[in-house]
């Protein structure tokens, strides 16, 4: 049973910058698939970044040209960097790991066997 925990997720001030990991318990992370989704209050979770295996990237639309999704293999982490926060980044950050290779529904939780227990973010003045 792969498990992943997330960290770094704080209050941050509009404009400001944060980087999130995700740990994994074991080396076999580095053959899932792994994705990031927030949830604000009140709304449903959303896909915001995915890296596979081999290192190719999505982002939503919402995030492109602000975060960069990246991985470690030799620590079995994954990396969110958030610049240019906005209020609506606001939200709890999840990341997720998935065995199954379907980049173009990469934004459907359905996808993923494993989830973290998530980190808040809040952008905030």
């Given at each position: 049973?792969?498990?992943?925990?997330?960290?770094?997720?704080?209050?941050?001030?509009?404009?400001?910058?944060?980087?999130?990991?995700?740990?994994?318990?074991d080396f076999t992370f580095k053959y899932y698939n792994i994705g990031w989704f927030r949830q604000a209050e009140g709304k449903e979770r959303e896909g915001v970044s995915y890296i596979d295996e081999n290192r190719n990237t999505f982002y939503g639309?919402?995030?492109?040209?602000?975060?960069?999704?990246s991985r470690d293999s030799a620590t079995n982490t994954v990396y969110l960097q958030m610049n240019s926060l906005k209020s609506e980044d606001t939200g709890v950050y999840y990341c997720?790991?998935?065995g199954a290779d379907h980049p173009n529904f990469w934004d459907k939780k359905e996808l993923y066997e494993y989830w973290g227990q998530g980190t808040q973010v809040t952008v905030s003045a």
């Open positions: 049973q792969l498990q992943l925990v997330e960290s770094g997720g704080r209050l941050v001030q509009p404009g400001g910058s944060l980087r999130l990991s995700c740990a994994a318990s639309n919402s995030v492109k040209g602000r975060f960069l999704i997720a790991a998935t």
